[in-house]
């Protein structure tokens, strides 16, 4: 298949490069496994596979497929003889391959390798002791007899072994052994599926668009060398696959103007690409990646009869049936049939003019012979097998146009090609390119005169600015209409497809209530007495300042003492010393009125708001709800000093009180990690150098380190401080990410944890690697002049380093990976890679920030602290301030452990508005939008208390329902009437240690301790403002965020509408 126009050159093993030698035995225990179907083997005893000298006009044949299945390499001039009955693969080849594969070993298990080094001449001893051992297993062996190979020392083996042996064609159990493809496998070809796509989609559409708006007269086969040439540079399509290890399938086919040809062998001939008067040209292409095919076929329509969209769409429907049928566990003729079952029931006549086949097997091979789609064939589809399901009807003829003495363009055929993978479930897609009619039809010839009426107003009324820039008329009165009708039908399309996809959403969102409402159920039965308490009262102790009145120290009892030992303050009342533990102490403040100086002393009370308190004072305040609290004292002295030295050293004891509860309750809450096995081969350890850590341990901000990568975690090693080690085992890792410096400063690798570990001092969930590649190339190269040629050597220096350093991480992320991979008892892990794409603003904290979508989770990783939304952990979503006059909406998730408080993300832009909504709603994430935003603590509070009520007025449904809103509205403003109401919602100490978490990369709250100027600052702002929450302080943060960029957007909305009157003028 596909011989004259698929020479490639062949890989061939180099001196320096190896083979996966785990990769290599596994297969090879495949190979001897599948004898245990005998009856596919003919009986044979062994299998011999013979190489000859390369022949360029052949490239798919199973012999190169299972060498490069095998080994990764292609072979020439090289005899595999595999004897079943003792395990031995015996190799004859040369002696630059012969190296190489010794470095496999001789054997592992009950397999074994044996090697012989071919000579020039005189290889009779060699061959002698091969067909030896074959004999010794038996009399027949297999072999691919179909294939001939060519050359004096293939010939000569293969003689032998047909003197000497029944042979048996191995054709069918070659083809089963490469027919189900690996986790490996499947991601090649995945990749590789993708790229034809992106050829397809990104070049050849637009090149076939502009040949026809500009009315270029270009040959098919120059339109296909082109195209070709795309796999040779990938940047041009927007590809970060590597050019090594890519190649095209085949010159791609671009067929036109009545002459057609719907087999893989077609070519692209010389005429030129015909589409007046309603023309048909169809293009196929097909990519390799790391040898591994793929292939696309698509049929583009101008100027399209009515007869020949009904055409199209029963090829469609054939399509949609093939795929439907071919799924785990079917036989191949079956799936055939059911393509056939369409064509007769929608358009008989069509059966004549379907292709003989409904598409076949691919992979190493680009068209796996023993698995074609047909009549014959009972072979059986199995999960991991790749198709490429291609139907067409050729030798069409449509009667209008060759009524009006259209040849070329009536006579037409239609193909539609993609690759599938079959799977336990539904088979899917690998290959993405529209499939509807709209999308690939173009209306040329506007004023024609089969257009209606409608449609001729519909085009001109088509405003100009609607008219693509790019489009030239060429003195062709119908250039600019070509656009025009497409752009018309995109719309139409485009509106259509808007409405059903907003159709189907609504539809999974139904789905999905449904699903968190039989949750919620199971929760509620599994939760037993329906209480969610906290285990933290069992185990908090009220602080002990001293044992008795004895215990206190003998010191006047007319002054402040502070005994920083029992951590206490002792102050004079009614002349008597009065202690008071540091915890229960909000704030000092020192004001100087006059001659007098005056102390006062804020304690934790029930009245003194949520503000300054911890998760154990609320415990206080709940156990001791009877007694009387003292708010505040105040202490009045002419003789200032004793209050001044009084005030700082309460403060300072403060400070280290609360780091000395902080590091204690860090360390109680950590999980006991598995110890880091490191490799023994320290050259086969993934590596990277120079890197930079958050957060910094032990408070360092400068320092470089080295991430390296072992058997069960990595470990990141400061340089400077050798001693100083971070471990982040591999099963504690939750998320990993790779984001690389595409507009950024840096490129980074993040871990998210499963369980917090100790950074220094710290304890933290969030561990970041990086590299500022921005001020590290400024540092490259010290020496430039002043001027123009200097900063553009600077900016191309920037660029070189930038370049490298997102190469240098990606090397390390994919060398890491087969590193967890080869470890079983790891859970796989792949790094996640956050969509540009996707991209946009919001304020989960206290400033704007850009927010990254991603597989499993919502990022943003340049943050500090970083944010980081676990999606499989989200029960709902709630966007609130959805209204039609606002520029910004919020949004809010519910997590399915109702006892973590809510997360939202304020003041994002309302064009992400349907663009988040696609993107949840493809997570499997309930959402509810309102015109308010909601106070979710006391609606959390009584989900909480009552689940079962709750569940039982309708849930979700009956909270955010749209006639909803206004009464949680009323219910909260009554709820908020009451002063203690909006303090009853009691977060539980890990929602209190997932708050500290967070913070983890604050730098200020992380160095308080060092830095006492910052400390003093810290809590003059705390006395200043007592009565105000932390949370006040960040809602009016945010607020004060989203009116500067509302200002920001005015002004620049001015300035645009100012220029533009400047223009008009």
Known sequence: VLQHNLGRSRETPNMGESIDANLFW????????????????????????????????????????????????????????????????????????????STLGSSRGDLQLKLSQRQKTGNEASIESITEAMWSAGKKTAMLLKENQLGTFATEFIKVVKSKFETVEALLAVGDILSVKSEEEQESMKQAALFASSVLKEFLLPEIETIVD???????????????????????????????????????????????????SAVSDDELIYYDHGGTVIVSLGARYKNYCSNIARTFFFDPSDEQQKVYDVLCRVFAAVKGALKH???????????????????????????KNCGFGIGLEFRESTFVINRANNRIAKSGMVFNICVGFDKLVDQTKLAKGYEKAANYACILADTVIV??????????????????????????????????????????????????????????????????REQAAQIKANANRESARDDHQKSLLNR?????????????????????????????????PQAMPAVPAFKIYVDVKSESVLVPINESLVPFHISTVKSVNLTELGSFSFLRMNFISPSSGPGGRSFQTEKAIERHKTESFIRELTFKAQNGQNLRKAASVIKELKKQAALKAKERKDRDGLVDQEELITMRDSNAVPRLRDLRIKPAAGGKRKGTGILVAHVNGFRYTNRSATSSRIDIIYNNIKHAFFQEAKNRISVLLHFHLKNPIMVGRKKTKDIQVFVEVIDSSQDIDSRGTWGDQDGLLEEQRERQFRNRMNRTFRDFVKLSEAVIARNKQIKKLQFDIPYDKLQFVGVPAKSTINIYPSLNCLVALDDSPPFCLTLKEVELAHFERVQFHLREFDIVFVFKDFKRPPIRIDAIPVKHLDALRNFLDDAGILYYSGAINLDWRPIMKTINADLEGFVDLGGWAHFLGEEIPNEIAQQQAAEMSDPEAADDYEPSADEMSEKSDDEEYDSASSEVSENSDFSEDFEEASDEEEDVSWDDLHRQAAADDRRAARREETSRDDNVRSQKRRRTR
Not at 248 to 263: A, E, H, M, R, V
Not at 338 to 350: D, F, G, M, W
Not at 433 to 452: C, P, T, V, W
Not at 456 to 464: K, L
């Open 214 to 264: 500009e009315d270029q007269k270009v040959k098919h086969s120059d339109l296909a060398d082109r195209a070709d040439e795309v796999f040779m540079d990938p940047k041009r399509v927007k590809s970060k696959l590597s050019v090594d290890s890519l190649d095209s399938c085949y010159t791609p086919i671009i067929q036109s103007g009545g002459n057609y040809s719907l087999k893989p």
């Open 423 to 488: 799977s336990s479930g539904e088979t899917r897609i690998l290959t993405h390119f529209s499939r509807q009619f709209a999308n690939l039809s173009y209306q040329i010839e506007g004023d024609d005169e089969e257009s209606s009426e409608e449609e001729r107003v519909d085009a001109s009324a088509v405003s100009q600015e609607n008219v693509l820039p790019e489009i030239k008329t060429n003195g062709n009165p119908y250039a600019r209409r070509t656009r025009l009708g497409t752009r018309t």
């Open 26 to 101: 596994d297969r090879l225990k495949k190979i001897f496994d599948s004898r245990v179907n005998n009856a596919i083997w003919g009986d044979a005893s062994s299998l011999a596979i013979v190489a000859g000298s390369v022949a360029e006009e052949i490239v798919y044949r199973k012999t190169n497929a299972l060498q490069l299945w095998l080994f990764g390499y292609e072979l020439t001039n090289t005899v595999l003889v595999f004897v079943f009955e003792a395990k031995t693969l015996h190799v004859l080849a040369g002696k630059k391959a012969c190296s190489i594969f």
């Open 329 to 355: 566990g079917a036989v191949l003729r079956t799936v055939w049939e059911s393509a056939i079952k369409v064509i007769r029931a929608k358009k008989p006549e069509l059966e004549n003019k379907f292709t």
């Open 516 to 548: 968190r409402m039989e949750s919620m159920k199971s929760r509620l039965a599994d939760r037993g007495d329906g209480g969610y308490e906290s285990d933290e009262e069992d185990t908090y102790f009220d602080p002990e300042a001293y044992a008795g």
